[in-house]
């Protein structure tokens, strides 16, 4: 959906990873806070209670918000499908994977792929 404040939004923002057993996030800790950018007018997730109850119960919230810049409900950054092998994100590591350019908190993800494919 459209961001809460229907604004275009450019910036890192914070985030904790919720999972660590899957090959997206098996480079992170469970509990780590991140930045990572985003860059979106539509990055509101948004779900029926039924289904975010489901995601909750069968550990599918893969990243959560800290400061939630979008009205994603329960600050959910990303999602993960039943096997974690699908990884549905917001937030872009693709663009925090170089010191000099802003940070390195994408690198991981990218890492955790390559080695699940080793």
């Not at 992170?28 to 975010?52: K, R, W």
């Not at 802003?102 to 080695?115: H, K, P, Q, R, W």
Request: hydrophobic share 40%; aromatic share 8%; glycine share 12%.
């Amino acid at each position: 959906m459209r961001n809460a404040g229907l604004k275009f939004l450019c910036r890192p923002v914070r985030l904790r990873v919720e999972r660590a057993d899957s090959p997206f996030t098996a480079g992170y800790q469970p509990g780590q806070e991140i930045s990572l950018p985003v860059a979106h007018a539509d990055g509101n997730f948004f779900a029926d209670d039924e289904t975010l109850k489901r995601l909750e119960d069968d550990g599918q919230v893969a990243f959560r918000y800290l400061d939630n810049p979008n009205g994603s409900a329960r600050d959910i950054a990303g999602v993960f499908n039943r096997d974690r092998t699908v990884l549905g994100l917001m937030p872009h590591p693709e663009r925090a994977v170089e010191a000099d350019l802003g940070g390195t908190d994408g690198e991981a993800l990218f890492s955790g792929l390559v080695a699940a494919l080793g």
